[in-house]
């Protein structure tokens, strides 16, 4: 069954980058659109950021010019670099792929900015 093991988040100051990672198993990673999304304490999750098959991507407005997603067929593995992060990108941070978003979540990772 689909697996989505998301890593790489932590604590760093505002204006700092952090690289998350996303490792799929169970599915045919290549054929699939992935996201990543994020949720904010009392705040519905959102996206912020997809990439698809062929490597087209898009973003939310608030993100756009600061994260950039990519993916890595061969490795099963999609990625979110994030510059100038801010304290409103506080949050949870999860990938997943769009046919999986109502039956699917991993454990996330936690992503806080603050000095």
């Known amino acids: 069954q689909v697996q989505l093991v998301e890593s790489g988040g932590g604590l760093v100051q505002p204006g700092g980058s952090l690289t998350l990672s996303c490792t799929a198993s169970?599915?045919?990673?290549?054929?699939?659109?992935m996201g990543w999304y994020r949720q904010a304490p009392g705040k519905e999750r959102e996206l912020v950021a997809s990439?698809?098959?062929?490597?087209?991507?898009t973003y939310a407005d608030h993100v756009k010019g600061r994260f950039t997603i990519s993916r890595d067929n061969a490795k099963n593995m999609a990625y979110l670099q994030m510059n100038s992060l801010k304290p409103e990108d506080t949050a949870v941070y999860y990938c997943?792929?769009?046919?999986?978003?109502?039956?699917?979540w991993g454990q996330g990772t936690q992503v806080t900015v603050s000095s």
């Open positions: 997943n792929a769009p046919q999986y978003v109502n039956n699917y």
């Open positions: 169970g599915i045919t990673f290549r054929i699939y659109t």
């Open positions: 990439i698809l098959r062929g490597g087209s991507t």
